[in-house]
């Protein structure tokens, strides 16, 4: 629900901006607990997985995710809000 | 190796490398002039943001890898966590920069806090303490690289001339004031510079995907092959693990490089101060992450077979980007790596001594000179020269400081380490920038105190060591303590061990910056302009209804004062085509106009704050405008915090009052059409009536005629002459209504010219001779000589005269009749009174004498004088030509009709209609 605090004076509608925010915010929170302990624990601690080391794998597949979320929350509001 | 160590091949291709670049920024500036901007595309701005790449990623990363795992990746996975934010937090930052014409993150910061100057000079003083060794860093990485290529060694220090260092330092020093002090621009944009930076962060990319494809696919057998042979040492297996102390590190590194994504001076000036397009931060939050996952790829395994191929202890980690291509013979590709580390190099030492010089310039330079020798810079009319030197000394300056501190001290540090030094000291900025945009409650003095604080600890805890390190300071101070108290270890404070250099100084100077911050701003009570500041920052994003910075000037200042003002810093012509441009956007004659408003003074002071930075345009602006600077009343208006609410109920409130303002006035339009309609048929009832009134008398006396043949003659004519009369009010009042009807459907033609209204009365006068002579009623007339000029049409103003002065004669008693005509001017109007000596009009009619077929008077005993409607006409052209008409009397002592008219400047040579 659009309220008054999100209120903002460009062409894009307060709808399409606080969705924007909180699909990145939901890909931030998502990279937070990639890439930070526990989880980082979990693979930190050695081994390979189909001849490539796992905590290498791990980290640049879950970056690549991440890349992967923010381009799909970027490029929703840019298709129906106008975002180039 | 002979082609490429000896003759001129490298510098010649160093040197044609950035000449290119140079027409690129060319190129940039000429089509920004021409407004075809090269680089308004979210891809060329994601590109200026890799900038963040530097040699320290182009070689340091490997090093780091080949040293310590996955630790050099972190520094890439902060930024990208922080582009998550970016929406939020970097989109805010750009539109305040905007709004304010920032021109760095010295004056973002002394902006915020109520233009503060202190602040903007102290943000000023940490960077380019704490950037010194990042720049340092950028030299030894290239001249290094460049030591590789040609063989020499660079262990032993050369002298200064020979020094390869101090020339990429030379070189680097010409090429930043070409690329960022070519001129002064009020908007502080660098577009060629932008556009250059752009193309090096796609060299840096494409060489370095190169080199990685060249190394695991032409050195080894893809990735398998390299991983296999990896496992066969197991001295390596802990480059793929992370343990629980390393996570520490992991972490603190991780949050440290998303702080300093948007605090590094270079990172502020292309993400922000560069930034063409608001909408270009949506692309940039993937695409940039998207490049550091690009560059990173081939990180670890070159790195790897560095180790593996590279006898240990033979070439420096940091170097085996350009080693491994060379030890296999591929000058080419190694020539490329050089150029690829060129582009992360110069890219850096660009834009951030571009950066530095605009903050010392603007932040700290100009501000002392303004205190100190405010009479000598007062008598210089061109000063954006005097700043394009300030500027380029700076850069000089901080390019030859980097290089004695890689050649002092730097060569005891590798490159990750010199440049997590600069991270955390720009990492200091972060707890103000961000509580600047989103706490109003954060004071200047609380961003004093927690930067101050957070500086010192970082200047003891990484500055001190580095210092007792490369031997300038005594070790005994990092082992024991200083003065051997154990717990002021540098590196150990208060007993806190266990944790690797950066960590512990990231956690000790956020602790001190964060608390401090928090609370001396809790502790201590905003100024009226930070209160107005802070409001303008954090709520950037709130549509306002005046320009709350307008409300800051209350003074008065003249326009040529302040194009005068302005043009001294950015050049005349520039300062006037800007104005120029701000009339014509908000309509304004700025020749006509003496007096500017304070919309106008906020804008030249955003010019200015443009060449000069926020704090110096207030000092500037304040000694040409005169007057109390801020309104309380307009600091109390901004402030309430409960503002935005009350406002929204107030939107609220004026939308139902507006819908209840509508429905009265449909009540009101339905109202008046009713009245219309009844009058409509009074008019008809009355005018019917009055028709019947003189042709019944008519009808009377002409039968009278015809049925006594035998009439004496006297009586007959007398007859006759009331026919004629009668007949001459009924031509009268048939003219006079339709005369009124025209004017009422606004049917009339008027002629309006400038008109003498003296000479108009005068014709009046003259038409209504006769009507004295016959009443024998007294005309006094108090005309001045000179003309008086009003715009109107001449015969409707004397059909107004004459309806007046006969209306006069009309009621005056004969004989001891008089009536007084007065002509005056009283300021901008031109007053016509006539008065009479007549019966007077009582109270009640004073307003409605003026209505149509009204008479004063009992009809039904006297007979009526007149068709009631001359009154009624003389009101209708008196307003239509924007004057007024009323009556002033008291009953019994005869009555004065004033008319008012605006009027025209007399002309001097008599122009007015005669």
């Given at each position: 629900m659009p309220t008054p605090s999100q209120k903002s004076g460009d062409d894009f509608t307060v709808v399409q901006y606080s969705r924007l925010t909180r699909r990145l915010a939901a890909v931030f929170v998502l990279a937070l607990v990639l890439f930070h302990p526990p989880l980082m624990t979990i693979f930190g601690q050695g081994g390979q997985i189909g001849g490539y080391p796992l905590l290498f794998a791990y980290l640049f597949a879950s970056w690549a995710a991440v890349v992967v979320g923010l381009f799909l929350a970027v490029r929703a509001v840019g298709r129906d809000g106008g975002v180039d | 190796m002979a082609a490429l160590t000896d003759g001129w091949l490298i510098p010649t291709a160093a040197i044609a490398y950035l000449s290119l670049l140079f027409g690129i920024a060319y190129v940039g500036d000429r089509r920004a002039e021409q407004g075809?901007?090269?680089?308004?595309?979210p891809y060329v701005y994601a590109l200026s943001i890799a900038?963040?790449?530097t040699s320290w990623t182009f070689y340091g990363s490997v090093g780091r890898a080949a040293q310590a795992?996955?630790?050099?990746l972190p520094i890439y996975i902060g930024p990208t966590l922080m582009a998550a934010l970016w929406w939020v937090v970097l989109r805010k930052i750009v539109r305040i920069a905007k709004r304010n014409r920032i021109t760095s993150i010295a004056d973002f910061i002394g902006s915020r806090y109520g233009k503060s100057r202190l602040l903007g000079g102290l943000v000023t003083v940490i960077a380019i303490i704490g950037i010194v060794p990042y720049i340092s860093l950028q030299l030894k990485a290239i001249a290094a690289s460049y030591g590789a290529l040609t063989g020499q060694a660079l262990l032993e220090p050369q002298p200064l001339l020979t020094d390869s260092a101090f020339h990429v330092a030379v070189l680097l020093a010409v090429f930043s004031i070409l690329f960022g002090t070519r001129h002064i621009d009020a908007s502080e944009h660098h577009e060629g510079m932008v556009a250059a930076v752009a193309f090096e962060s796609s060299v840096k990319l494409v060489a370095f995907l190169a080199v990685g494809v060249f190394v695991v696919y032409g050195l080894f057998d893809g990735f398998g092959d390299l991983f296999a042979r990896a496992e066969r040492h197991p001295e390596f297996a802990r480059l793929f693990t992370l343990d629980g102390r390393a996570q520490i590190s992991w972490v603190a590194v991780t949050l440290l490089s998303a702080l300093v994504i948007v605090c590094l001076p270079r990172q502020f000036q292309v993400a922000v101060v560069e930034n063409v397009d608001e909408r270009h931060v949506a692309k940039a939050i993937w695409l940039f992450p998207a490049y550091l996952l690009a560059i990173n790829v081939f990180v670890l395994p070159i790195a790897l077979a560095g180790v593996l191929s590279l006898?240990?202890?033979?070439?420096?980690?940091?170097l085996y980007v350009l080693a491994l291509p060379m030890v296999s013979g591929a000058e080419s590709m190694a020539l490329l790596v050089f150029l690829g580390g060129l582009s992360a190099g110069t890219g850096m030492v660009i834009v951030e001594t571009v950066a530095l010089s605009t903050m010392a310039c603007n932040d700290l330079i100009m501000p002392l000179l303004l205190r100190w020798h405010w009479a000598g810079l007062g008598r210089r009319s061109d000063l954006s020269r005097l700043l394009l030197l300030i500027r380029r000394l700076t850069i000089v300056g901080v390019v030859m400081l980097g290089y004695f501190y890689e050649r002092l001290i730097g060569q005891a540090f590798s490159l990750v380490g010199i440049g997590l030094m600069s991270f955390a000291a720009a990492a200091q900025f972060a707890p103000v920038l961000l509580g600047g945009i989103f706490w109003k409650g954060a004071t200047r003095r609380g961003a004093l105190a927690g930067l101050s604080a957070g500086f010192a600890v970082w200047a003891y805890t990484l500055l001190l060591p580095s210092l007792a390190l490369s031997g300038w300071l005594p070790h005994t101070i990092v082992e024991h303590?200083?003065?051997?108290?154990?717990?002021?270890?540098?590196?150990?404070?208060?007993?806190?061990?266990?944790?690797d250099p950066i960590s512990h100084a990231l956690i000790w100077s956020m602790l001190a910056n964060v608390g401090s911050y928090l609370l001396v701003s809790l502790f201590t009570e905003p100024t009226d302009i930070e209160r107005v500041q802070a409001a303008l920052f954090v709520d950037v994003f709130r549509p306002a209804g005046h320009s709350a910075q307008a409300r800051a000037w209350r003074g008065t200042a003249t326009v040529s004062d302040l194009v005068a003002l302005v043009g001294r810093f950015v050049g005349i012509e520039r300062t006037q085509s800007a104005f120029a441009r701000y009339a014509q956007t908000h309509r304004l004659d700025l020749a006509s106009l003496a007096q500017a408003d304070a919309d106008l003074v906020a804008f030249a002071e955003r010019l200015l704050a443009g060449a000069i930075g926020a704090g110096s345009a207030r000092v500037m602006l304040a000694s040409v405008v005169k007057g109390e600077t801020l309104g309380l009343s307009g600091v109390l208006e901004i402030l309430d915090e409960a503002q935005q609410v009350i406002a929204y109920s107030r939107q609220l409130q004026a939308k139902s009052y507006e819908l209840e303002k509508t429905s009265a006035e449909l009540r009101a339009a339905n109202e008046r059409l009713q009245q219309l309609d009844r009058l409509k048929d009074d008019f008809i009832n009355t005018v019917t009536h009055e028709l019947r009134t003189p042709l019944t008398s008519i009808r009377s006396f002409s039968e009278i005629l015809r049925d006594n043949p035998g009439l004496p003659m006297v009586q007959r004519q007398e007859f006759l002459g009331i026919v004629i009369s009668e007949s001459e009010r009924l031509t009268r009042l048939v003219n006079q209504v339709l005369d009124l009807a025209k004017l009422e459907a606004g049917a009339v033609q008027w002629t309006i010219t400038q008109v003498d209204m003296g000479a108009v009365v005068r014709a009046a006068i003259e038409a209504t001779g006769s009507l004295f002579s016959d009443k024998r009623v007294a005309l006094v007339a108090r005309l001045p000589e000179q003309p008086l000029p009003i715009r109107g049409d001449r015969d409707r103003l004397i059909q107004v005269a004459i309806n007046l002065l006969s209306n006069a004669v009309k009621f005056c008693p004969p004989e001891k009749g008089r009536v007084t005509v007065t002509l005056e001017r009283e300021d901008d109007r031109i007053r016509l009174s006539i008065a009479d000596n007549g019966p007077g009009i009582p109270d009640w009619a004073k307003d409605v004498v003026f209505e149509k077929f009204l008479q004063v008077g009992d009809t039904m005993t006297e007979k009526p004088q007149g068709t009631g409607l001359g009154l009624a006409i003389c009101r209708h052209i008196v307003v239509h030509l924007g004057g007024r008409i009323w009556v002033e009397s008291a009953a019994g002592q005869g009555a004065c009709f004033r008319i008012e008219l605006p009027a025209l400047a007399p002309v001097a040579h008599g122009a007015a209609v005669a």
């Open positions: - | 075809r901007s090269l680089i308004n595309s900038v963040y790449c795992g996955p630790q050099f006898p240990a202890g033979s070439v420096h980690p940091d303590g200083p003065f051997g108290i154990a717990l002021l270890r540098p590196q150990e404070l208060f007993g806190m061990s266990g944790l």
